[in-house]
């Protein structure tokens, strides 16, 4: 079964700190990979997403880094704020046709909090 | 636009009791899908649609159905709950783009359920 593996489960950092969360796959057949942001009490929402064929996206603060070769991809937020606090999850999509369109494989979640 | 609304939020049941979870979109998205969440595992996938009249099951289907009877609606049920289904319920939506390709999910608030 294709699987994502994401750490650290928990990160605290400082305000105005670099937060650093790290993903794992073990599966090739992804073709998209997304962050997820989700606050307390609230539904994920996409924060950002990478396609395999570039090293790196940056969008602001946040900024997402794919190794192909190793399968790995992290997400990186710069001068973190307190209200960056969320979980964060890392997901690949899968490729394939027939029904498998735009499943997610996620992984298992970062609970980020940044003190002021 | 409401985007994606889940009802009920919150609900209580006794082991054995059966309920359905309601999603709704107003977007026109083609794609619905019903995850759980659960404590460091992540969402996890229970069934999702890739159009009205079709379903398919996810990673974890088991004690579950779904329907999608409206393009706007996606029901999921619980015939016989069980304490194992003790979780919070997100419902997402996603549009295709040409050939099929699905990208950003659009989650619902959820529906944290309780299973005694």
């Known amino acids: 079964q294709q699987q994502v593996k994401q750490s650290p489960q928990s990160l605290i950092v400082q305000k105005g700190g670099i937060s650093i969360i790290n993903c794992a796959y073990e599966?090739?057949?992804?073709?998209?990979f997304p962050w997820y942001q989700q606050f307390p009490g609230k539904g994920p929402a996409l924060l950002i997403a990478?396609?395999?064929?570039?090293s790196e996206k940056k969008e602001g603060r946040f900024t997402i880094s794919f190794n192909k070769s190793a399968k790995q991809f992290s997400l990186h937020i710069m001068d973190s704020q307190p209200g960056d606090s969320a979980t964060y999850f890392c997901?690949?999509?899968?490729?394939?046709?027939?029904?498998?369109?735009?499943?997610?494989?996620f992984g298992q979640g970062t609970i980020l909090t940044v003190h002021p | 636009n409401a985007g994606v609304t889940q009802t009920p939020k919150f609900r209580v049941l006794k082991t054995g009791q059966s309920m359905t979870l309601l999603c709704a979109q107003d977007m026109n998205h083609e794609y619905m899908y019903w995850y759980r969440q659960d404590p460091g595992m992540g969402l996890r996938l229970i069934h999702y649609?890739?159009?009205?009249?079709?379903?398919a099951k996810g990673e974890v289907p088991d004690g579950y159905n779904v329907s999608r009877l409206k393009k706007q609606n996606f029901l999921l049920g619980l015939e016989s709950a069980a304490p194992s289904q003790t979780s919070v319920y997100f419902c997402?939506?996603?549009?295709?783009?040409?050939?099929?390709?699905?990208?950003?999910?659009?989650f619902g608030p959820g529906t944290r359920l309780t299973v005694t």
């Open positions: 997901a690949a999509r899968g490729k394939g046709g027939g029904t498998s369109y735009g499943k997610l494989t």
């Open positions: 990478i396609r395999p064929d570039v």
């Open positions: 997402a939506s996603s549009y295709a783009i040409g050939a099929k390709t699905a990208y950003e999910q659009y």
């Open positions: 599966n090739t057949a992804f073709d998209y």
């Open positions: 649609s890739v159009g009205e009249g079709t379903t």
